[in-house]
């Protein structure tokens, strides 16, 4: 399943409008970086893999998130790079090999129409996106004005790495007051596990039941956020995501941090989940490390000095970091190449 | 270890208004543990006051029975700020007692009921052991508070239901609640925006187009506003 998706819908929430968004944000931010776009563009997040685009005009595009192993015309296409796309060019996402989630990024942006103030999709009330629904085989998308003329392949360092075990920070509340002690000690102290009753609006999760205090759980019902940990009538928690409803009826035990709600994106039933308290003023610190490493680090040029001629052209050619990409870098544009044999040049 | 807020063992008493992290980029201001006028209208005086305050760093506010969510960008204010300001906001709002002289918007609803439009209306009166049209004067014959819109787009919580005609909900949900059908649910009294699955006693329907996303205020209903249902025997 592809969605049209963008930091989400804010703004609307009093009137029982939900956020929706990319829910592996920081993959979304990255690849609009990466194609020289604004945060607020549109890309495609795409459940699994499995699509195939077509592109009509020279495009520069990115491909982040989980690994779809992404071929050009036959020829494959790494992840977290700029590439180029010639008029024509087929694009292919394969099966996602870990996490759930890639993120097609394109110069300019998916430009359908905005409603109000965002372009994501939200199937459960049908809004946004297409229709408010799923891309569908044969949709035609215009991108909107691309900010940079050309980009050289660029990569930002330091990928987070998906794993089947996640550490993920939260902080206590806004009704932790709800749950006994020994509630608290269960949720920090136990190991969780991701359940296949697990979507866009959350993950299930299994594991040791949380004891309230008064043996309930219900509670008159108010807001929550993005990374909600709702505890229900079973004990077992439920993080809320992106398509969250605006309201909910269970205690909130915790809220997950801002920067680990991007790998929550990407875990995969069977993930396994253990929580750490970490205070909010952590929390924020670590969200403005977060903003800098996307938005502040220098990008990589991952294309070596071995120049050769091309029908007249100078050519540069090489292999990034990870010793799989093979990319030509012809008059400042990246493209993917296929090169039976490369031996570095002296 | 440090944490924002401790743990309580339940049985002591919570002293009003709360005001707790809800995560890194919201707070949550909790006025009160229960379902009360008089706690809802402090919620509406104070997301107005936190509204005139202007706050850079306010991204939207929820307001809901008891309490408001206040998001905010810890990139523009960070927690101890935010919490400051709504700390004297909250002061000055509590300290003024006199009510700001805010007068609820009336919205008025014009409803078909029973029939198609209301199948349910006979499980109601039958419940009430009272007729058909008992039910829909007592329905029709006092204003709505709207607590708090959720769970859908436009979707008002109510309060005020006569509780002679309070019902449980369906046994088994319907996969699809035609849009602008008005229901019972235990003392709760609704009205679905849109068409969705849903668990009410439909007791019957507006023509009126409650949420229009072309519009520059989508929801006709707006939260702390007042909703008053007016029988119409046919749609115009």
């Known amino acids: ?346 | 270890m440090p944490v924002a807020s401790s743990a309580t063992t339940g049985d002591e008493i919570e002293v009003f208004p709360r005001i707790v992290p809800a995560g890194d980029s919201a707070i949550l201001v909790e006025l009160g543990s229960e379902i009360d006028p008089s706690i809802n209208d402090r919620v509406y005086e104070l997301a107005n006051s936190i509204e005139q305050a202007n706050i850079d760093a306010v991204i939207e506010l929820v307001p809901t029975y008891r309490s408001i969510l206040v998001s905010y960008d810890p990139l523009v204010a960070g927690y101890s700020e935010v919490f400051d300001l709504l700390g004297s906001l909250l002061d000055s709002s509590s300290a003024s007692e006199e009510k700001s002289g805010f007068e609820a918007k009336i919205i008025e609803l014009p409803v078909v009921y029973g029939g198609v439009d209301g199948p349910d209306i006979d499980n109601v009166a039958e419940a009430a052991g009272m007729s058909r049209q008992e039910v829909i004067d007592i329905h029709s014959g006092v204003d709505y508070r709207v607590y708090m819109i959720g769970f859908a787009p436009g979707f008002p919580y109510l309060g005020g239901l006569d509780e002679r005609i309070a019902t449980p909900r369906l046994k088994t949900p319907r996969v699809s609640v035609p849009a602008g059908s008005v229901g019972i649910a235990e003392s709760q009294t609704g009205v679905y925006p849109n068409a969705s699955p849903g668990g009410w006693q439909l007791i019957g329907r507006t023509a009126v187009k409650l949420f229009d996303v072309e519009k520059s205020s989508p929801s006709l209903i707006t939260p702390g506003s007042k909703v008053r249902f007016v029988p119409v025997q046919a749609h115009e």
Do not use: W
Request: net charge negative.
């Open chain 1, 1 to 346: 399943m592809t969605l049209i998706q963008d930091e989400g819908r804010n703004g609307y929430q009093q009137l029982g409008v939900s956020v929706s968004g990319a829910v592996d944000i920081d993959s979304l931010a990255i690849g609009n970086r990466l194609v020289g776009n604004n945060k607020s563009s549109a890309g495609l997040e795409v459940l699994l893999g499995g699509l195939t685009l077509e592109f009509s005009s020279k495009t520069v595009f990115a491909i982040t998130g989980a690994d779809s192993s992404p071929h050009l015309d036959g020829v494959a296409v790494p992840m977290n790079v700029s590439c180029v796309a010639h008029p024509g060019a087929r694009l292919e996402l394969g099966m996602v090999s870990s996490g759930l989630r890639s993120y097609v990024a394109v110069a300019g942006g998916v430009a359908v129409a905005e409603l109000l103030g965002s372009r994501s999709t939200h199937i459960a009330s049908e809004l946004g996106g297409i229709d408010g629904r799923p891309v569908d085989e044969g949709d035609v998308f215009e991108l909107g004005t691309p900010n940079v003329e050309e980009l050289s392949g660029l990569i930002l360092e330091d990928q987070i790495v998906l794993s089947g075990e996640l550490t993920v920070r939260v902080i206590l509340g806004p009704q932790d007051n709800e749950f006994s002690v020994s509630g608290i000690d269960t949720l920090l102290g136990s190991s969780y596990v991701v359940t296949d009753q697990s979507n866009r609006q959350g993950l299930r999760l299994d594991g040791p039941e949380i004891e309230s205090a008064s043996g309930r759980y219900d509670i008159i019902s108010d807001a929550v956020v993005n990374g909600s940990i709702q505890i229900p009538g079973d004990g077992k928690p439920i993080i809320l995501l992106a398509d969250r409803q605006t309201t909910g009826g269970y205690a909130k035990i915790a809220t997950v941090a801002s920067v680990d709600l991007s790998i929550l994106g990407q875990a995969s039933p069977g993930t396994i989940i253990r929580f750490v308290g970490i205070s909010v003023e952590e929390a924020q610190s670590l969200l403005l490390s977060r903003e800098q490493r996307i938005y502040e680090t220098e990008l990589i040029d991952v294309v070596d000095s071995l120049t050769v001629q091309v029908d007249g052209l100078d050519v540069r050619a090489g292999v990034a970091e990870n010793g799989s990409v093979k990319l030509a870098n012809i008059e400042g544009s990246i493209y993917p190449i296929s090169v039976d044999e490369y031996s570095p040049a002296e």
